[in-house]
T-cell receptor, first 116, second 113 residues
Framework: KAGVTQTPRYLIKTRGQQVTLSCSPI?????VSWYQQTPGQGLQFLFE???????NKGNFPGRFSGRQFSNSRSEMNVSTLELGDSALYLC???????????????FGQGTRLTVV | QQQVKQSPQSLIVQKGGISIINCAYE??????FPWYQQFPGKGPALLIA?????SEKKEGRFTISFNKSAKQFSLHIMDSQPGDSATYFC????????????FGTGTRLTIIP
């Protein structure tokens, strides 16, 4: 079974630009979550999508947005990039089925975004 | 109330020894507690997880101990090996529909020969 796939692996963008990151979950997984990892703030939850709907949202500004498609693939967009947005962006997928170990989340390798 | 506190920040253990990492939480709505292992340049990998109706779970050399009344849980790595050198994160999440993970700050574990 293929794992969570994130593309691209590395990105360099300029302040003010916008960026789109992609995540393909494990086959059959219905929930996709996004996390930001930085040395200073650690792993922070951005948002979670389930059946194409945003189900949970973290404390990030509106510049951070996402969506999920009918095949469960997800994209995350950051507009008007700031230097502080430089981070490893991680996507996690889970089965999200009630009554099981539904919250087992499996992470991709991440997209390393550098804003210059 | 969403915080998960993890200690120590870094840990050095001799090969063959026991590595112990501790976490504490405040939100009693949490009902799932996983541990993740992360190597440089990689995403976190799920190591082992526990629910609060169980006080201990063992998988190979890895054991989670869970104390519901104290709201604490810990990871024990028995017979620690150099390949275990990585950063370990504890996490907690809620029930179905509220599965966002709240992570601890991480423990950098180094196993020395």
């Amino acid at each position: 079974k293929a794992g969570v796939t994130q593309t691209p692996r590395y990105l360099i963008k300029t302040r003010g630009q916008q960026v789109t990151l992609s995540c393909s979950p494990i086959s059959g997984h219905r929930s996709v979550s996004w996390y930001q990892q930085t040395p200073g703030q650690g792993l922070q939850f951005l948002f979670e999508y389930f059946s194409e709907t945003q189900r949970n949202k973290g404390n990030f500004p509106g510049r951070f947005s996402g969506r999920q498609f009918s095949n469960s693939r997800s994209e995350m967009n950051v507009s008007t990039l700031e230097l502080g947005d430089s981070a490893l962006y991680l996507c996690a997928s889970s089965l999200a089925r009630q009554g099981t170990m539904n919250t087992e989340a499996f992470f991709g390798q991440g997209t390393r975004l550098t804003v210059v | 109330q969403q915080q998960v506190k993890q200690s120590p920040q870094s840990l050095i253990v001799q090969k063959g020894g026991i590595s112990i990492i501790n976490c504490a939480y405040e939100n009693t709505a949490f009902d799932y507690f996983p541990w993740y292992q992360q190597f440089p340049g990689k995403g976190p990998a799920l190591l082992i997880a526990i629910r609060p109706d169980v006080s201990e779970k063992k998988e190979g050399r890895f054991t989670i101990s869970f104390n519901k009344s104290a709201k604490q849980f810990s990871l024990h790595i028995m017979d620690s090996q150099p390949g275990d050198s990585a950063t370990y994160f504890c996490a907690a999440s809620g029930a179905f529909g509220n599965e966002k993970l709240t992570f601890g700050t991480g423990t950098r574990l180094t196993i020395i020969p």
